[in-house]
């Protein structure tokens, strides 16, 4: 059997054997290999380290547990006694100790909610009367559990009663409860393995980036070709139209949380573009796309251009295409898109989008929300690139500068988000949730910046991180990581100018870097070979001795650096 | 219900067991496929939550509503899950 790509073990109170069964045969990135800890063992596996279950060193952990049997006073709730909201809420945050002291132990820990049973109609008509209804006490103990996390930056809630509405009526079985001690039906496992491993995959920088979208019956109704704009069906007091107004006000929202659209379609460009900006009931419009491909060409052609201009990877794409021949070509083609199955009614293209399991991340900061605005800016900056002469001329016309700061609180979050979703301009590819980021940069032998970059187009933030660890008089650049966002800018050489400051400052003679090759990270490589760092050819080692001066870029200022 | 049927709602029971189990553990839908006992691949928990899925299937496919756990079908003397033949001719004398 192939090894799994992660451990995950699975603390809970009930028989979770099912669950376990279930993810480790998940064979969707990232596979898990499950670890069971001791039944109805919670609260001893929390505290103590020492476990067996803890000695296969896992990864992730997601601790499941049911309301009626962690927190005590809960029980009393059930019951229909009167208990003080104060005390049920301290053993909430009792209980939230625990997870917190057990996630050092491991990379990220999900935490499903707390539900209990429809059947159990608790005090019916009074159920969500504040202090004695089941189910008012239940939203706030998990709201309450949510709230002692929400500095954590790894610990997850995940939405149980989510699974449970999937699963419909045989979520909850009392024969399971009684013969197995299985608290859930097998479908509320399989809803649940599925949100664990989109989880899983956004921690690990699996997420998808990018939708690429075909124009007519996919993001509105007929061939704009034949009908002209006028004659697209969009909006308007039309079932359909409104359908696909709904589905683009949904692809839009998601823009917002970092994920871009383009378009690849077959079609006149000139004839739909003037659709996207003179269609009144259109909600995206030109600079809502980074990118697009609008010609009669193969579209897995005009995908792989376009990915490659938007300096992405193809593992990063969902390609959504109303049509089933172009999505089986596009599957045929180009195997690492994500291309959905995708429903030939129009009115549940919204539904079928927001269902989708591939954008899952751990934190969203603000850079996510701009990231659009930033490509139509490169965009921008490509069109300035055709108007002026020479490369240096046009990185001077930029007016680029930079950021330089050490990781420090404000910016580990985005700095770790970098580290995770980076996979083309990445030396080592090593990844870190932010408290082994934020523990590493601690080390006295350890250095790490991060970078800022803005020009006269607009900032890009903070996309660039170099870290050093040195010995005696030797370092080593242990991460060298570069959002695509603006590669070829010359931050890269202001990265390699700043740990080398770095490095003379900590009296090195000498800093090296070893590449290590990827699927991915060749334009990485192909840097560092005209860095001017030197290179022996075969090994994947770069290496400057210190007595040499490397200069900054002559088109870069570092902010609060004097200019030679 | 024809024995037919209830044979293809046992052995889609069987599937979804199958996904939780180990390649090598995996039942096979076979007729004589032992599904209790030293011989079979479920463990108890295995056959709990196999019984529950037939019971589910059975309602929601058919709506026929009876319960494969009562003292008779649990005893390990004559059980009728010692394979898929057993327990369809047993489901089938209960519908």
């Known amino acids: 059997m192939a090894p799994k790509d992660f451990k995950c073990l699975l603390v809970a109170d009930f028989t979770i054997d099912g669950f376990a069964g279930y993810l480790k045969n998940d064979e969707d990135f990232p596979t898990v290999e499950s670890i069971v800890a001791p039944f109805d063992q919670v609260v001893q596996v929390l505290m103590d380290g020492d476990l067996e279950c803890w000695k296969s060193k896992p990864d992730f952990a997601v601790v499941w547990t049911r309301p009626e049997s962690i927190i005590r006073s809960f029980n009393q709730v059930l019951d229909y006694e009167a208990v003080p909201m104060a005390q049920i809420l301290k053993e909430v945050d009792e209980y939230a100790s625990l997870l917190a002291m057990m996630s050092g132990r491991v990379k990220s820990v999900l935490v499903p909610t707390w539900v209990s049973p429809p059947y159990h109609r608790g005090l019916g008509m009074l159920d969500l009367k504040t202090g004695i209804g089941v189910a008012s006490t239940l939203m706030r103990m998990n709201l309450r559990l949510a709230e002692n996390f929400d500095e954590s930056s790894n610990i997850y809630l995940l939405d149980t009663q989510r699974w449970v509405s999937v699963a419909g009526k045989h979520a909850f079985n009392p024969k399971l409860w009684y013969m197995g001690k299985v608290a859930f039906g097998s479908d509320v496992f399989k809803e649940g393995v599925r949100d664990v491993k989109s989880a899983l995959s956004g921690i690990v920088g699996g997420s998808k980036k990018l939708i690429i979208l075909d124009l007519d019956d996919t993001l509105w109704g007929g061939v704009v070709g034949d009908v002209g704009w006028e004659g697209i069906r969009l909006g308007g007091h039309d079932h359909l139209g409104e359908a696909y107004v709904d589905f683009q006000r949904a692809l839009k929202s998601l823009t917002k949380r970092g994920i871009l659209l383009g378009i690849v379609s077959k079609n006149e460009e000139a004839v739909a573009i003037e659709a996207i900006t003179s269609h009144p009931e259109m909600v995206l419009r030109l600079d809502d796309f980074a990118g697009w491909r609008i010609n009669w060409q193969d579209k897995a052609l005009n995908i792989v251009d376009l990915v490659s201009e938007l300096n992405l990877g193809l593992q990063s794409v969902v390609f959504i295409d109303d049509n089933p021949v172009e999505r089986a070509r596009v599957r045929e083609a180009l195997s690492e898109v994500f291309v959905p199955e995708w429903p030939e009614d129009k009115m549940l293209y919204r539904s079928t989008l927001l269902g989708l399991r591939v954008f899952d991340t751990p934190s969203i900061s603000e850079e996510d929300a701009g990231r659009t605005k930033m490509y139509v800016l490169e965009r921008q900056r490509s069109d300035l690139k055709k108007t002026v002469g020479s490369l240096d001329e046009w990185l001077r016309s930029l007016d680029t500068k930079i950021q330089v700061e050490e990781l420090n609180k404000a910016n580990l979050q985005r700095a770790a988000q970098l580290l995770n979703k980076t996979n083309q301009m990445n030396l080592t590819t090593r990844r870190m949730t932010e408290l082994e980021m934020a523990d590493w940069a601690r080390q006295d032998n350890h250095k790490l910046w991060t970078f800022r970059v803005s020009d006269n187009f607009g900032d890009s933030g903070l996309t660039g991180i170099i870290s050093l660890e040195f010995e005696g008089k030797v370092g080593r650049i242990v991460d060298f990581v570069l959002s695509c966002r603006v590669m070829g800018r010359k931050v890269e050489e202001t990265m390699l100018y700043t740990a080398i400051k770095g490095a003379k400052s900590q009296h090195l003679d000498r800093i090296y870097a070893n590449y290590i090759p990827t699927f991915r990270n060749k334009p990485c490589l192909d840097f560092w070979k005209t860095s001017g760092f030197s290179y022996n050819g075969t090994d994947s080692c770069f290496s400057w001795e210190l007595c040499d001066e490397y200069a900054l870029p002559d088109c870069i200022k570092i902010e609060g650096e004097k200019e030679a | ?95």
């Open chain 2, 1 to 95: 219900m024809e024995k037919g049927e209830i044979r293809e709602v046992i052995y889609a029971s069987m599937r979804t067991i199958n996904e939780q189990k180990d390649r090598g553990d995996r039942l096979e839908l076979k007729e004589d496929t032992c599904l209790f006992g030293r011989e079979s691949k479920l463990d108890s928990l295995g056959l709990v939550n196999l019984i529950v899925d037939i019971e589910q299937r059975l309602t929601d496919g058919f709506g026929v509503e009876i319960s494969l756990t009562d003292e008779r079908a649990m005893s390990p003397e004559n059980s009728p899950f010692m394979n898929v033949k057993s327990l369809t001719d047993y489901i089938s004398s209960l519908v």
